[in-house]
């Protein structure tokens, strides 16, 4: 409709200026199909340069992600040769259906109960690799009372899957001390981090 629009207003300027406009609004046209096939084969993610970029998307607006980078996420797991990869994403299809080996993170629809959201621990994560979407990274406050993906979002991630899974290594130095503790009855989440 915009370029429909530009296109209208310049049919009412004087001729000497009609050639320039119609090169600019060609120009504009370019730039958009160019910045359209960049994104290619992920068009769920388009972000033009003013947005940034397509690893951007997730901060402008909460629906960049629909679960469609699990190939991606196969790929990188095959690649580097991940055995289990602890994951949370947005999506309903069953990573396992991709071969992807994973321990389930609170994430949308399939763990929001049980204990892969009792058990996990936002303060200090086991070592590992975490597989977070863009959208659990913006919706970790939405699942319960504290900010699930904190100690996530703060990093910068090590690797991306696609443009919607981000990708983390999560290691302490060595001789760290372990406390471990067994919680009976609430979550752990639910566990001050201090």
């Keep these: 409709p915009f ?6 207003s310049g049919a009412l300027l004087h001729a000497r200026h009609r050639r320039a406009w ?14 359209a096939a960049r994104i290619y084969p992920y068009p769920l993610s388009f972000v033009n340069e003013l947005g940034g970029s397509p690893r951007n998307a997730y901060r402008l607006f909460s ?3 629909w679960g469609q980078d699990l190939i991606s996420l196969r790929e990188y797991v095959r690649a580097q040769k991940v055995e ?7 999506g309903s299809a069953d990573p396992a259906a991709y071969g992807i080996s994973f321990h389930p993170l609170p994430g949308f629809r ?19 690799v975490y597989a977070i979407s863009v959208n659990s990274l913006q919706m970790g406050l939405l699942y319960h009372q504290r900010d699930l ?27 760290t001390p ?13 566990v001050p981090c201090d």
């Excluded at 370029?3 to 209208?8: E, K």
């Excluded at 372990?178 to 639910?190: K, N, Q, W, Y």
């Design 3 to 8: 370029v429909v629009a530009l296109g209208a």
């Design 22 to 35: 119609h090169i600019g609004l060609a120009l504009l046209i370019a730039w958009a199909a160019v910045g």
């Design 63 to 65: 629906d960049a992600d």
């Design 84 to 90: 289990r990869v602890q994951l949370s994403y947005f």
């Design 110 to 128: 399939r763990t929001l109960s049980g204990p892969a959201y009792f058990g996990y621990n936002p303060c200090t994560p086991p070592p590992g």
């Design 149 to 175: 993906y904190a100690f996530f979002r703060d990093r910068q991630p090590d690797a991306y899957a696609g443009h919607t899974i981000h990708i983390y290594r999560v290691e302490y130095p060595p001789g």
């Design 178 to 190: 372990v406390d471990r503790a067994v919680l009976i009855g609430p979550a752990i989440m639910d």
